[in-house]
């Protein structure tokens, strides 16, 4: 069963949405994301660690349809994203914002692998999951 840190996986998120004209930079997202983190007292864990998964998450996402290359005219540069509609489905389950964010984190991690997209895609259209 594969395990996600799902607030890791809302801050790129939100970084993507807010990313035009801006190069995607997961390894300092994950700073900001471990600063923001220990100012509310939670705890960080291993800086490194949370650097390397940033990256893997960016690699994940893209691969797996949940974001894609900026188009210029939106302010894509090569080395930035926008989300898909996939994308946004899991930002609107996931985002900590919106309460009640944690039943849909819940129901995603009782998945084998939640971001698999056909597991996804079949989860996120239930009704019951927001």
Not at 21 to 33: D, I, L, V
Not at 43 to 62: I, P, Q, R
Request: hydrophobic content about 30%; some cysteine.
């Amino acid at each position: 069963m594969t395990t996600y840190n799902w607030d890791l996986i809302e801050r790129l998120l939100h970084e993507v949405q807010n990313g035009a004209g801006h190069s995607f930079t997961p390894r300092p997202y994950a700073e900001q994301h471990a600063a923001d983190q220990a100012a509310v007292g939670e705890s960080v864990g291993n800086l490194d660690h949370l650097k390397t998964e940033a990256c893997g998450y960016e690699k994940l996402l893209l691969e797996r349809g949940y974001i894609e290359p900026r188009p210029e005219e939106e302010g894509g540069n090569g080395e930035n994203f926008v989300l898909t509609p996939r994308g946004s489905r899991l930002l609107s389950l996931i985002d900590s914002s919106i309460p009640g964010n944690d039943h849909p984190r819940q129901v995603l991690d009782e998945q084998e692998d939640a971001l698999d997209e056909l597991t996804f895609d079949e989860v996120a259209s239930k009704a019951q999951i927001a």
